[in-house]
């Protein structure tokens, strides 16, 4: 099945769904300004919480109530939302809070952006057709639409493994950054800690280190304080609620969702997870190419994180644009699989509130059978951990 036969199911797969999403949602975000469609309505945490840091108001902050009453001054229709991230993360961004929020949301795509494409540019895949299978994807409409950071983290995980024995400082600053997301450091944590990586763990530590005692020489301790104490457990009981939204694209969203039962979405992700950590110990131990190994524990950190939105299957792009453009490597049955996961997150959602099927954890299952049985059938390599820049890849071309 080549690119262009490909487009056949991708378009349709992707800007249909897309179409109704954004027709049946914008209800949910009144419009900004009066005139902006209601989007970017979780970026709207960061410019907001930028503007308390500003105020160092950090107790309106980390309080849930009083922080959705702060909220709605600027946005009246928002309600229900939490600070959910680590104060670090904030730190860099409160200079958006200066600017008109319109103003702030497009900066924020763009430095996210700007991130996302110099590394596809090093990765040799600043091509038209590449570019084009992002911009179709469901993870960048969901990342675009929400104002959400999929497009700013996941270049950074491809970075700290695929540059952690080559550029140890490189994949180290990554990893640093990578705190104020750390679960995304579950599935790469056991893979670079496998392969030896002990350097860029290292400069990973401390360049996390770095960045919170930055925050705590410019704020204090005590909104850190706050932060862990008063506002964790909140967070973690709206985070878990949120895990039976039909965004999340885990399997104890899927079981919770039909049978409406935590016991069995516990045990069934429980099994899922600790299935992918046994095949990221296999994959990191394995004699495999370094690319080879870093795609594989993508995927499992796609397939195996006990919670994962749809924005953040942009994650995936560097193995979805091989297996998708690389057409005589991959089986159909891959690349099939690669299509409904890469462009079906949208569709997805609409299936999953109207309790039909849960196609995306379908499709990841499916797809991630594939790339293990892909991965293991690969011959080994003499010299695996001596090959650990990405190469360029030759689009359509096997690499």
């Known amino acids: 099945m080549s690119f262009h036969r490909s487009l056949i199911l991708i378009l349709p797969l992707s800007l249909l769904p897309s179409g109704i999403y954004w027709i049946t949602h914008m209800h949910l975000s009144a419009p900004v300004d009066g005139w902006f469609p209601g989007i970017f309505v979780d970026f709207r945490n960061v410019w907001i919480g930028g503007k308390l840091w500003l105020a160092e108001d950090f107790v309106t902050l980390t309080d849930k109530t009083s922080y959705n009453l702060f909220r709605q001054q600027y946005f009246p229709l928002d309600v229900g939302f939490i600070w959910s991230y680590p104060l670090h993360f904030l730190a860099f961004l409160v200079p958006l809070a200066t600017l008109p929020f319109i103003a702030a949301a497009f900066a924020w795509l763009s430095i996210s952006y700007g991130v996302l494409f110099y590394a596809l540019h090093r990765m040799g895949y600043w091509r038209l057709n590449a570019l084009s299978l992002i911009f179709l994807s469901s993870g960048n409409f969901h990342n675009v639409f929400n104002g959400q950071n999929g497009a700013l983290f996941s270049p950074l995980l491809w970075g700290a493994m695929l540059l952690a024995r080559s550029r140890p400082i490189s994949a ?13 450091l579950l599935f790469s944590g056991i893979f670079l800690l496998l392969t030896r990586s002990f350097a860029a763990i290292g400069v990973g530590v401390v360049v996390a280190a770095v960045l919170v005692a930055g925050t705590v020489l410019m704020i204090g301790i005590e909104p850190w304080r706050l932060l862990i104490f008063k506002n964790g457990p909140d967070q973690t009981a709206a985070m878990f609620q949120f895990t039976l939204q039909p965004y999340v694209t885990t399997w104890y969203a899927a079981v919770h969702n039909f049978t ?18 046994v095949l990221c110990v296999l994959v990191s131990i394995s ?37 998708l453009l690389e057409s005589s490597t991959y089986r159909p049955g891959h690349r099939i699989a690669a299509i409904f996961v890469g462009f079906g997150g949208i569709a997805s959602i609409l299936l999953m509130i109207t309790n039909l099927f849960p196609l995306i954890q379908v499709a990841m299952l499916f797809f991630t059978i594939f790339q293990m049985k892909h991965f293991f059938a690969l011959p080994r390599s003499a010299y695996p951990e001596d090959q650990t820049a990405a190469p360029v890849v030759k689009i359509g071309h096997p690499a």
Do not use: H, N
């Open 260 to 277: 409406e039962e935590r016991g069995p979405a516990r045990l069934l992700q429980a099994v899922v997870t600790a299935a992918a950590v």
């Open 172 to 184: 180290g600053i990554c990893l640093g950054f990578l705190s104020m997301k750390p679960q995304l």
């Open 287 to 323: 004699r495999r190419d370094r690319r080879e190994k870093v795609d594989a524990v993508l995927v499992l950190t796609a397939f195996g994180l006990p919670y994962l939105l749809v924005y953040d299957l942009m994650l995936l792009s560097p193995v979805l644009l091989r297996v």
